[in-house]
C-alpha cells in the first residue's frame, strides 16, 4: 500500500514540470512568419526577376569600371616629366689637348652632360601653363629657365598642342618610346572644330619644321647646322598665336628675336624693334598609311650692331735692336684714338618651306622622309654673327637638309641626315691679282642607328662634316678634318 502513494507523487511531480515546461516554451518563443504571399509570376514581392538582377548588376559593373579608369587616366594636379641626355663622344677630329687665346680647352672627347630637362605643367581648361628647367655642361655647368608659359587655349577640353604642324597636334610625350612615333597607321580624324592657343613667355620659334621640333623625338643627335646657326637653341621670349581647322595649321609670334643661344645678347633684346614670325601650312592623313605635312614660314625683323667707346692717343715704343734703349725716334709710334660709334641696327628676315612625310611599312614601321630650305640675310646668330655694318654689305644666308629614318620594329630606328649650310653667299677673298668669290659653306653627313624602349634610348651617330676651315700647303682654304662618333644615353620619365 506504500508503494502505489510513492509512484503516485513522482508521476504527479513529472506531469506538473511537463506542463510547466510546455507553457514556458509557448510563451516566450517568437511568433511565426504568417506565409509570404507570392506574385503572379511566383516570385516573392519586392525582389527583382533573374533578367532585371542581371541587367542592375551590368550596370553597376560597367559604371565601376568606368570609374575607376576614370581616376586611372585622370591627370595629376601637377604633371611632372623630364629627360636626361648624356653624350660620350669618343672620337673627335678636330680635338686637341690645348686652350684657345682666352683660355677654352680645345678637348672634344669627354662624357657632357647635352641637357637634362625637368618639366612641371598643370592643365585647368581654357588655362595651360609650363615650366622647364635645363641643366648641361656644354661649355661649363649650367643651370636655367629655357621654356616657361602661360597660355589660354579653345576649345577648353582640347588637349594642349605639344606638335601643333602634326595631324595629331596634341601628341602626348614620349610617343616615341618604342611604339610607333607618328600613328601613321592610326589614320588619325580630323575634327571640325577650330582650336587656337594664345601663349606668353619662354617659348619655341615656331620656323619652319626642325626650330620647334622636341630634343626627344628627333632621330639624330642635335638640329641641323642651318637651324643652330640662324636660330641658336630655338626658344626666345614672346607672344604666339598658333591654331588650326581641319587640315590647315597656323602660327604667328612677336619675339625678342634673341634666343637663348644667342652668342651677342642672350635671351635679352638690345633694341626696341621686335621679330614677326609665322608659319602656315597643313597636315593630313592622306590615306590609311600615309600622313604629309608641310608648310611655309617667314621672319621679318631688326638685328643690332654694337656700337665701340672712344679711344684715347696711344704711344708705342718697339725696341728693334733690344737693347732696352730708346735710340731714335723710329722706334715710337703714335697710335690716334678714335671717337665713339653710335650702335645702329639692321634689317634681317628670312624665308623658308618645309615637307614630312610618314609612310607606314609593314612588318618594320614607320618610313619618314623630310626636307627643309631657308633663305635669310643677316640672321646668323649662333655660328658667324651677322653684322651688315661692319662688313659694310649683307650678308645672305643659305641652308637646307635631307633627311630620312626608318623604324625597324618597335625597338630600333636608324636614320640618314645631309645639311648644307652657307653663311655668306657673297663672301669674297683677295689674292694677288684679283679678288675672288670664295666658298665658306659647310655640310655635314649624319648616320644614326638607336635602340628603343618604353623609356629610353641609346643612339649611336657618326658626322661627316666638311668646310672651309682648313688652310692647305698653299694657303687656300681646304677642309679641316672635323669627323666624330658619338654615344648618348636617354632615359625620359
Excluded at 657632357?112 to 601653363?129: K, N, Q, S, T, V
Aim: hydrophobic share 35%; glycine share 8%.
Amino acid at each position: 500500500m506504500g508503494l502505489v502513494p510513492a509512484i503516485a507523487r513522482k508521476s504527479s511531480h513529472a506531469v506538473v514540470a511537463l506542463c510547466g515546461s510546455l507553457w514556458s516554451s509557448s510563451a516566450f518563443a517568437e511568433p511565426a512568419a504568417p506565409p509570404a504571399a507570392t506574385g503572379a509570376n511566383g516570385d516573392a514581392p519586392g525582389m527583382p526577376s533573374p533578367e532585371t538582377s542581371r541587367e542592375d548588376l551590368e550596370a553597376r559593373v560597367a559604371r565601376l569600371e568606368r570609374e575607376a579608369a576614370a581616376r586611372r587616366d585622370a591627370p595629376l594636379p601637377v604633371v611632372v616629366s623630364g629627360y636626361v641626355h648624356t653624350d660620350w663622344v669618343l672620337f673627335r677630329q678636330s680635338s686637341q689637348d690645348e686652350v684657345t687665346q682666352d683660355g677654352q680647352p680645345l678637348n672634344e672627347k669627354r662624357f657632357l652632360l647635352r641637357r637634362a630637362r625637368l618639366r612641371a605643367e598643370r592643365d585647368y581648361g581654357h588655362f595651360h601653363g609650363a615650366f622647364e628647367i635645363d641643366a648641361n655642361t656644354i661649355n661649363e655647368l649650367q643651370l636655367r629657365p629655357i621654356n616657361a608659359e602661360a597660355s589660354f587655349k579653345w576649345p577648353a577640353e582640347r588637349p594642349y598642342p605639344r606638335a601643333p604642324w602634326a595631324v595629331d597636334p596634341s601628341r602626348q610625350p614620349g610617343r616615341n618610346d618604342g611604339t610607333s612615333s607618328s600613328g601613321a597607321t592610326n589614320g588619325a580624324p580630323q575634327t571640325d572644330t577650330p582650336w587656337f592657343v594664345v601663349t606668353a613667355g619662354l617659348f619655341r620659334t615656331p620656323f619652319g619644321f626642325e626650330v620647334p621640333e622636341s630634343e626627344r623625338e628627333r632621330p639624330w643627335l642635335e638640329r641641323s647646322t642651318m637651324s643652330a646657326a640662324l636660330f641658336p637653341q630655338s626658344f626666345d621670349l614672346g607672344l604666339r598665336f598658333l591654331g588650326g581647322y581641319r587640315f590647315v595649321r597656323y602660327a604667328f609670334a612677336i619675339m625678342n628675336g634673341a634666343p637663348i643661344g644667342e652668342r651677342t645678347f642672350p635671351g635679352r633684346d638690345p633694341n626696341e624693334s621686335k621679330d614677326l614670325i609665322f608659319r602656315i601650312g597643313g597636315a593630313s592623313a592622306l590615306t590609311e598609311g600615309i600622313q604629309l605635312e608641310g608648310g611655309l614660314s617667314g621672319l621679318s625683323g631688326r638685328g643690332f650692331h654694337r656700337g665701340l667707346p672712344a679711344t684715347k692717343d696711344v704711344l708705342q715704343w718697339q725696341d728693334s735692336n733690344a737693347d732696352g734703349v730708346v735710340d731714335n725716334t723710329t722706334e715710337l709710334q703714335v697710335i690716334p684714338g678714335s671717337p665713339a660709334t653710335p650702335s645702329a641696327s639692321f634689317k634681317r628676315f628670312a624665308v623658308g618651306a618645309d615637307l614630312r612625310a610618314t609612310i607606314a611599312i609593314p612588318t618594320l614601321g614607320d618610313l619618314h622622309l623630310r626636307a627643309e630650305v631657308v633663305r635669310g640675310s643677316n640672321l646668323d646668330r649662333g655660328l658667324y654673327v651677322s653684322d651688315p655694318v661692319v662688313a659694310s654689305r649683307d650678308l645672305r644666308q643659305l641652308g637646307y637638309y635631307l633627311g630620312a629614318s626608318q623604324e625597324i620594329t618597335r625597338w630600333a630606328l636608324v636614320g640618314v641626315r645631309y645639311d648644307r649650310y652657307d653663311p655668306d653667299s657673297d663672301a669674297r677673298e683677295q689674292e694677288p691679282f684679283a679678288l675672288v668669290p670664295r666658298d665658306v659653306s659647310m655640310s655635314t653627313w649624319s648616320f644614326s642607328a638607336a635602340g628603343r624602349m618604353r623609356y629610353g634610348r641609346l643612339v649611336a651617330q657618326y658626322d661627316h662634316r666638311q668646310n672651309a676651315l682648313g688652310r692647305d700647303a698653299s694657303g687656300r682654304p681646304t677642309t679641316l678634318a672635323d669627323d666624330s662618333f658619338t654615344l648618348r644615353a636617354e632615359v625620359r620619365f
